[in-house]
């Protein structure tokens, strides 16, 4: 009996250290992802750990998922947003398998990387596009509900972005890496060479010379251009100070806002969706953002230090 016990505990922990081999970093993770989708997604990893399923091909089923999902939205019917919302649990689910499949296997690419990123708008401008069409264009006032649910896209979308930069910085600081502009931008060029020169991929090349264009642009307004980006704080000190806040960041995250969309599709209440989107979730981030800025003020500057 003592040593099935001990078994089991060792199954248990090395299932949990794996488990934590397939995350980025705990303090950044969204803790829907930790407890629920992340979790499952990693229980499907186990299942395709030995087979021939690539990440990029997860992360397409994926995305056909996603797709699917946004398609029900437009019939506005209560039976297919219910169905619409297990669809995008079964999305997010995969959407996480596929890094971790990548971070385990070491099999990931450069162009997954950017895969990883388009499946995801190509999920959320299907969701809102069928938002658009099945419940607002079937209101008493479509034009209002057509603007609440475009400005509730865009406030989605700025979510993320706001998400993605300070977990960035915080994993730049928390992992002491250097963050350099231009790094990725040469290793995606290199690539792009190289596949124009076999002539072969032809999907690869273009999204990959879409992110050039896309990354030049940022590059362009950005005033440090491809130097590397010297860090203003001591790592320590911005760990300690920002360990809560990038807690705080990951509730305005991808999965948050996906699994409130969810709840109100069984629910039948988008328009508890659409507004919480652009009142309660756009006042939240506003707040963190000037919190923020006070943490950050409050950090002693290297020099200083």
């Known amino acids: 009996m003592q040593s099935r016990n001990l078994l089991i505990n060792f199954e248990l922990m090395s299932f949990i250290n794996n488990y934590k081999k397939s995350l980025k970093l705990v303090e950044v993770e969204e803790i829907l992802d930790l407890i629920f989708y992340r979790l499952l997604a990693f229980l499907l990893v186990k299942a395709f750990y030995n087979t021939n399923i690539t990440p990029n091909q997860v992360t397409w089923i994926a995305v056909v998922f996603g797709i699917l999902g946004g398609l029900l939205l437009m019939t506005n ?16 689910i995969l959407d996480c398998s596929d890094g971790q499949l990548a971070r385990l296997k070491h099999n ?10 388009f499946s995801d708008y190509i999920v959320s401008i299907f969701a809102y596009i069928g938002i658009g069409i099945g419940f607002a264009s079937h209101t008493n006032d479509p034009l209002f509900y057509w603007g609440l649910t475009i400005l509730a896209g865009l406030s989605n979308a700025a979510h993320s972005i706001a998400l993605d930069f300070y977990r960035n910085q915080f994993l730049d600081y928390a992992l002491n890496r250097e963050s350099i502009l231009g790094d990725d931008l040469e290793k995606y060029e290199s690539e792009y060479k190289k596949l124009k020169a076999n002539r072969t991929n032809l999907i690869d090349r273009i999204l990959i010379l879409i992110y050039l264009k896309y990354s030049r642009i940022q590059i362009s307004l950005s005033s440090n ?9 001591n790592p320590k000190e911005y760990y300690k100070k ?25 629910i039948n209440r988008l328009d508890v969706f659409l507004y919480g989107m652009v009142t309660v ?21 290297v020099n200083a230090a």
Request: glycine fraction near 6%; charge should be positive.
């Open 242 to 266: 920002n360990k809560i806040m990038i807690r705080l960041w990951t509730f305005i995250g991808p999965t948050t806002e996906l699994t409130f969309l969810i709840v109100c599709l069984m």
């Open 77 to 92: 019917l209560p039976l297919a947003f219910f169905i619409a919302g297990v669809l995008y649990i079964i999305n997010d």
């Open 225 to 233: 251009k491809l130097k590397v980006e010297t860090k203003l704080f």
């Open 108 to 117: 990931g690419t450069l162009t997954g990387r950017i895969v990883d990123g």
């Open 281 to 301: 979730l756009n006042i939240y981030a506003l707040l963190l953002y000037l919190i923020q800025k006070r943490v950050n003020n409050s950090l002693n500057p």
